[in-house]
């Protein structure tokens, strides 16, 4: 399966965004799709996970209660909603597929990521 990030772009601290990502086909039932980002010069970072057959979601620490993952399965598409952007938001952010739903890198398929930068 091929992803499609987008949605990324230059904000202010406060703000909002939705980034987007395409599946090229429906996913199985029992694929987990999941947001991760990578802060300029550091390691790549889980955000959120979502099952897509079953409302279970998950939120890395520091994005609990500002950002939202969503999906639409008639779309094949999921969402992260961010809202009150912290400019330590900044990243490139990546989805990514796979059959687990985990925390880790262990995910299958990766978009090509959009960057989304935060001024102060």
């Known amino acids: 399966v091929q992803l499609q990030a987008s949605g990324g772009g230059l904000v202010q601290a406060g703000d909002s965004l939705r980034l987007s990502c395409a599946a090229s086909?429906?996913?199985?039932?029992?694929?987990?799709m999941a947001w991760f980002r990578q802060p300029p010069g550091r390691e790549r970072e889980f955000v959120a996970p979502?099952?897509?057959?079953?409302?279970?979601?998950a939120y890395a620490d520091s994005v609990k209660g500002r950002f939202t993952i969503s999906r639409d399965n008639a779309k094949n598409m999921i969402y992260l909603d961010m809202n009150n952007l912290k400019p330590e938001d900044t990243a490139v952010y990546y989805c990514?597929?796979?059959?687990?739903?985990?925390?880790?890198?262990?995910?299958?398929?990766w978009g090509q990521g959009t960057l989304v930068t935060v001024s102060s």
């Open positions: 990514a597929s796979g059959s687990t739903f985990s925390t880790s890198n262990d995910y299958r398929y």
């Open positions: 086909r429906r996913p199985y039932s029992s694929t987990v």
């Open positions: 979502i099952r897509w057959s079953r409302d279970s979601t």
